[in-house]
């Protein structure tokens, strides 16, 4: 194996993978819920994670429909600094009058403070969780998969 990870390593930093998508899907779950984003279930359904290889690196993919992080960016793009100001007396008046009766907008941001903001969590666990009992658990489950590919079938 030309890699930096031996493959007992390698299918630990896997099941760590599937544990963290499972996490970051709940924590996504929780904040559409909590930002009330549903009308239809479509895009809380529609949240998955999968761990998949890149040559001999695994990697953690996580997908959902693309409205949804559109949403996100959208919060962004109507922001006040982006606005521009009217001058003048009449204008100000104008202004603030409006200001009284426009509705507050909707907090859409769910995905990137959740996404990001756990990648701290999980490198923690990367960097310090490997210990002896991980290392002895998974060796036992690599030397049972093995002997289970060369036992005869029928």
Do not use: C
Request: proline residues 1%.
């Amino acid at each position: 194996m030309d890699g930096k990870f031996s493959e007992l390593e390698l299918t630990w930093i896997k099941d760590m993978l599937d544990q963290h998508g499972e996490y970051l899907a709940d924590l996504l779950h929780d904040a559409i819920d909590s930002k009330r984003l549903k009308k239809t279930s479509d895009l809380e359904g529609s949240i998955d994670y999968r761990v998949v290889n890149y040559g001999i690196n695994p990697a953690l993919q996580v997908g959902f429909l693309e409205y949804g992080r559109l949403t996100e960016i959208a919060f962004h793009r109507k922001s006040k600094n982006t606005q521009n100001f009217l001058s003048g007396a009449v204008n100000a008046l104008l202004i603030r009058e409006r200001s009284q009766f426009r509705k507050k907008r909707k907090d859409t941001r769910w995905y990137a403070k959740n996404a990001y903001g756990s990648l701290n969590r999980l490198i923690g666990i990367l960097m310090n969780d490997f210990s002896l009992e991980e290392h002895n658990r998974i060796k036992g489950i690599l030397e049972a998969r093995k002997t289970r590919k060369y036992e005869p079938t029928g």
